[in-house]
């Protein structure tokens, strides 16, 4: 099967051509991912509707280099997927148009792919994992343990309850004057800190399930950065490492803590896999791979370009869901909103 994917529901403008050879491993013929980085720069942070418009400005140039990077033509395609929700409704609106568009024009098979579960697949194309298994998704809008049990069939078992880690390492880095994203810049400053100057806290930790919290520990570095102003005037290059340090340390804490949490809660799990631009961070990672072997699971961070927002993920969850013989009509919605219990894309008038 060779399946065509679109993803457009955040600042990325992404198409891709994922193909399965019966009995064959899958292979990624193209990924082409066209960020909107610049274009958000001068606002701090996405804006819909410039986003929705370099969305449908870019969709279609995407699909074009994706189909010429794999060397195929709309008639050498089974199936051409795209991206339902959750996300920026205009921009998931862009992506199902054009989708519906080579679905009309080819007659080729749409199927509506959730966005959380393309992440939460991609261990399976990347490293061939089998269900079940345990999925942190820690990026800048979403953080969550999934048990991965099917390719529609997710049980969450908790997530944050209020910032997703990736924006708290964003707030911190704005707050210390480090640039946008935050993640590697704080990461990076945290390499010459020492963690223990400060003690924040370690939300929720004390108790049970899976649930996580990260604005408490952003309003604790706004206090401890504001104790030392008002103590010397400003802040030094070692306070700021050190800051770093204690930040990236507590939501190392929280999230290998409740990693641990996760495990006891899915007996059947045989590996712990991340996704997320935060899974990136080394200390991080480490964390969580210590936390995998201590229970005797295989640990699996796919290649940073999977982990982030592209649509390798979503040609393989519809390759994926196609071969069980999901499709959608025309009449596939985009939804804003939805929640990974609830797989199956939402007939008109059902949207949430
Ligand atoms: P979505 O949540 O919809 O997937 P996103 O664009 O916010 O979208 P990603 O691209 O997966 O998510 O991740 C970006 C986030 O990851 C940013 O918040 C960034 O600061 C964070 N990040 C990237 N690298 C690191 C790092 N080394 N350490 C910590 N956080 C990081
Ligand atoms: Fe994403």
Known sequence: LTVLGLESSCD????????????????????????????????????????????????????????????????????????????????VLAGVMCAKGIAAATGLPLVGVNHLAGHALTPRLTDGLDFPYLMLLASGGHCQFLSVEGVEDFTRLGGTIDDAPGEAFDKTAKLLGLP????????????????????????????????????????ALLRARDALIAEKGGITLQDRADLCAAFQAAVRD???????????????????????????????????????????????????????????????????????????GMDLVARPRWPLDETQPALIGAGK
């Open 12 to 91: 990325d403008t992404a198409a891709a051509v994922v193909r399965q050879r019966a009995g064959g491993p899958p292979e990624i013929l193209s990924s082409v991912v066209r960020g909107q980085t610049a274009l958000h720069a001068p606002f701090g942070g996405v804006v819909p509707e410039i986003a929705a418009r370099a969305h449908a400005e870019k969709i279609d140039l995407c699909v074009d280099d994706a189909l010429a990077a794999a060397g195929l033509g709309l008639g050498d395609l089974d199936a051409v997927a795209v991206t339902a929700g959750p996300g920026l409704i205009g921009g």
């Open 180 to 219: 946008q994203p935050g993640g590697p810049e704080v990461e990076r400053a945290a390499m010459a800190g020492d963690p223990a100057r400060f003690a924040f806290p370690r939300p929720l930790m004390d108790r049970p399930g899976c649930d996580m919290s990260f604005s408490g520990l952003k309003t």
């Open 254 to 328: 929280v999230l290998a803590g409740k990693a641990a949490r996760a495990i006891a809660a899915a007996p059947g799990a045989t590996a712990l896999a991340v996704a997320g631009g935060v899974a990136a961070n080394r200390t991080i990672r480490a964390a969580l791979e210590q936390v995998a072997a201590d229970a005797g699971l295989r640990f699996v961070a796919p290649p940073l370009a999977l982990c982030t927002d592209n649509a390798a993920m979503i040609a393989w969850a519809g390759l994926e869901r196609f071969r069980l013989g999901g499709r959608d």
